[in-house]
């Protein structure tokens, strides 16, 4: 088994407790229904309360070929705006890779903050995928977050 870790950034106007409240706390139920055009069309709870150990079931629009994939909660602390999950199921595995994992912290910048993100993709023993291909997909996973959408609904709604 391969390991490949790829690290992105990417900054918000947003102050860092409601970007992590819109991203991480609210994201399965307030965010998606107020996103019309969004990738993800809901997101079942599985196991759990939201917190760690909470398997979750994301469900995709008809018009993105991944249809499903399901992810476990590895830790969502508030104080310290940290999400780790992981993906345990679904299509966008990418052939050759085994699993994935994803560390997601937010950060004052500025007025606003950054995300930054370090995903660790495990791949198959009989693999011969490469970082290039892991980082195509790993910013179509990216696009799944509509971050610039979801910073949008959030400025647009001074009471969120």
């Known amino acids: 088994m391969g390991?490949?870790?790829?690290?992105t950034e990417r900054k918000s106007s947003l102050p860092p407790?409601?970007?992590?409240?819109?991203?991480?706390?609210?994201?399965?139920?307030?965010?998606?229904?107020?996103?019309?055009?969004?990738?993800?069309?809901?997101?079942?709870?599985?196991?759990?309360?939201?917190?760690a150990g909470t398997i979750k079931s994301v469900h995709f629009n008809e018009d993105f070929p991944v249809k499903n994939i399901k992810h476990r909660v590895e830790e969502l602390d508030e104080d310290n705006?940290?999400?780790?999950y992981s993906i345990?199921?679904?299509?966008t595995l990418m052939p050759g890779i085994e699993s994935a994992s994803y560390v997601i912290k937010i950060e004052p910048s500025g007025?606003?903050?950054?995300?930054?993100?370090h995903t660790t993709f495990y791949t198959k023993a009989d693999s011969n995928i490469n970082e290039e291909e892991i980082k195509a997909s790993?910013?179509?996973?990216?696009?799944?977050?509509?971050?610039k959408d979801i910073e949008a609904y959030v400025l647009a709604n001074p009471n969120y």
Not at 3 to 7: E, K
Not at 88 to 91: C, L, Y
Not at 111 to 117: E, H, L, R
Not at 138 to 143: D, F, G
């Open 3 to 7: 390991v490949i870790a790829v690290d």
């Open 138 to 147: 790993n910013e179509e996973v990216a696009k799944m977050f509509h971050f």
């Open 17 to 51: 407790a409601k970007l992590f409240k819109a991203f991480f706390v609210d994201s399965d139920c307030k965010i998606l229904k107020a996103l019309p055009n969004a990738i993800i069309k809901n997101v079942e709870i599985l196991q759990g309360n939201g917190g």
């Open 88 to 91: 345990v199921d679904g299509e």
């Open 81 to 84: 705006m940290i999400y780790k």
């Open 111 to 117: 007025t606003g903050s950054v995300c930054k993100q």
